[in-house]
């Protein structure tokens, strides 16, 4: 599987553009997305890092489908270091942008590229609802369909090398993600084992602070009170356009939200932008029937549709997993990869670390043991 190899073809539609970048760029703009990280923590892998590499990012269209199962062109970005022989590859499924203008396609360098300053070539879907896809709502962590796209987006990009570079990608890959990459990841590599003869090897995945059983996510959070990240109200609306659940809205928020609601959840606002609008206390825009055990009509549809999404239960796998989670993550329960975990049948190859710092600091932390690893490898 480490051979180059000619790619299953009819998944590239077209290439959309392509730009070169530096890594002060790709600082500069993460620092601008992500202004409550703390970045000093980087200082101890910088030297893994070339400061004068630069890197080519592609932006593609592709074939995929819909929730549906509709046809659908979807869109994402290669991106490669320039000047230097390829360390492999990597695919990296994006965090959960509320955004839907925010795609790798639209801005080409984003966070998610960073890989390729280590020497990396790095596969980054836009998902649906995002990039090309941008009127349809983004089907926010549904796990069989994401895994699809997934997939779906790396086969493009082997046809592109395979067409238009000297470099054909190998079909052996690792996986990465944080948060809802996370969740992506994890997808990605259920899709590729439940086929029966994949055109991708995976070597190892990274997923760190994911969501893998949304309804578990959404009883903590409830119960909890609180959810740091705005992400809970376009995940119900996603669920109710792609579901067909003709759901009466004023039986699920309240207050500003509701009143609001077509505003507020138009997918043209940024995570900070939606923080500023929604409070992290679920009971200031959930209605009082989320936080009963008997709940509503509406409210129990959204709660069987939540159940669809999960990658828990009678899964096994032989692929080297590194899961990580902190414990005093706010946005997703830590409790979520603890199930993962536990999930598994075989756990020989799973490593499963905590720590501490939220959901962002952590995520740093988690990012920066994937640069060791794989640079140590």
């Known amino acids: 599987m480490d051979q180059k190899v000619s790619p299953p073809e009819g998944y590239l539609a077209s290439v959309l553009r392509m730009q070169e970048f530096g890594l002060h760029e790709m600082?500069?703009?993460t620092v601008r997305d992500f202004p409550e990280l703390d970045f000093s923590m980087l200082e101890s892998v910088t030297d893994l890092f070339d400061m004068e590499i630069r890197v080519r990012v592609t932006a593609i269209s592709y074939h995929t489908k819909d929730p549906e199962g509709n046809p659908v062109l979807a869109s994402g970005i290669i991106v490669q270091p320039l000047n230097i022989p390829s360390r492999g590859v990597i695919h990296v499924p994006?965090?959960?942008p509320l955004s839907s203008l925010e795609g790798g396609s639209d801005l080409l360098i984003i966070t998610e590229g960073v890989f390729a300053f280590l020497g990396f070539t790095v596969i980054i879907p836009d998902l649906i609802g995002s990039g090309i896809s941008s009127k349809l709502p983004q089907p926010f962590l549904f796990t069989d369909h994401t895994g699809a796209v997934?997939?779906?987006?790396?086969?493009?990009?082997?046809e592109y090398c395979a067409r238009y570079t000297s470099d054909p990608l190998p079909a052996e890959i690792s996986i990465f993600g944080y948060s809802g990459g996370a969740t992506g990841a994890v997808s990605m590599l259920k899709y590729i084992e439940n086929l029966d003869a994949p055109a991708l090897k995976v070597k190892q995945l990274f997923a760190g602070g994911g969501v893998y059983d949304l309804k578990n996510t959404f009883n903590v959070l409830k119960e909890r009170g609180y959810a740091e990240y705005p992400l809970a109200p376009l995940l119900i609306v996603s669920m109710d356009h792609w579901y067909g659940l003709d759901l009466d809205y004023s039986r699920v928020f309240k207050g500003a939200l509701l009143a609001n609601r077509e505003d507020w959840l138009d997918m043209t606002r940024n995570a900070a932008q939606m923080k500023?609008?929604?409070?992290?206390?679920?009971?200031s825009y959930l209605h009082p029937d989320f936080f009963t055990p008997e709940g509503n009509p509406e409210i129990n549809k959204l709660e069987q549709t939540l159940s669809l999404h999960s990658l828990l239960g009678g899964w096994d796998t032989k692929t080297r997993i590194f899961l990580?989670?902190?414990?005093?993550d706010l946005s997703v329960p830590f409790s979520e990869t603890e199930a993962l975990f536990n999930s598994l049948i075989t756990k020989t190859n799973v490593s499963f670390v905590t720590g501490s710092g939220g959901h962002y600091d952590y995520g740093i932390q988690f990012f920066i043991s994937a640069c060791i690893y794989l640079t140590m490898k």
Do not use: F
């Open 276 to 283: 500023e609008l929604i409070n992290p206390d679920l009971h």
């Open 150 to 158: 997934c997939y779906h987006m790396h086969l493009a990009a082997m």
């Open 94 to 96: 994006p965090t959960t």
């Open 27 to 29: 600082i500069a703009l």
């Open 324 to 328: 990580g989670h902190a414990r005093d």
